[in-house]
């Protein structure tokens, strides 16, 4: 079996943020490693864990989900970011592109598309 992906959650709404970290621990190939509220918080986190990927709250207080991943791939260039938003732009769309992110996904997506989407990204 591959190991499971090591992911970060950067997620304002601690609710929904609980809720991903409750259904991910339901599944094996998602691990969990560490979650924050803020895009401010995501950079030291990551350099200190480096994650497959970080999923990325695209409206936060502080830094947005562009500016964040901007600042976590610094920490942590090798980290994947996937955006997650409640409703997307294609401006903000391309923003977190530009910034460096692979993929782009809305909060009320299947969450096994979710998951696919996830592990895309870490390239399993």
């Known amino acids: 079996m591959t190991a499971p992906v ?3 959650l ?3 709404n601690d609710t929904f943020r ?3 970290e409750l259904l991910f621990d339901l599944r094996e190939e998602i691990d969990v490693i ?4 803020t895009g401010d918080e ?5 350099a200190g864990l480096a994650p497959d990927v970080v999923l990325m709250d695209y409206r936060m207080p502080g830094l947005n989900g562009a500016e964040a ?22 401006q903000e769309v391309e923003e977190v592109k530009a ?3 692979v993929a782009c996904v809305t909060k ?16 399993r």
């Open 42 to 46: 995501a950079p030291a986190v990551c």
């Open 99 to 101: 910034a460096g992110a």
């Open 108 to 123: 009320d997506q299947d969450f096994d598309r979710l998951i696919a989407t996830v592990c895309e990204a870490a390239d």
């Open 34 to 37: 560490a979650s924050v509220a």
């Open 69 to 90: 991943t901007r600042a976590v791939l610094a920490a942590c260039p090798t980290a994947n970011i996937v955006c997650l938003s409640a409703s997307v732009t294609a």
């Open 6 to 8: 090591r992911v970060v």
């Open 18 to 20: 609980q809720t991903l």
């Open 10 to 12: 950067v997620e304002d």
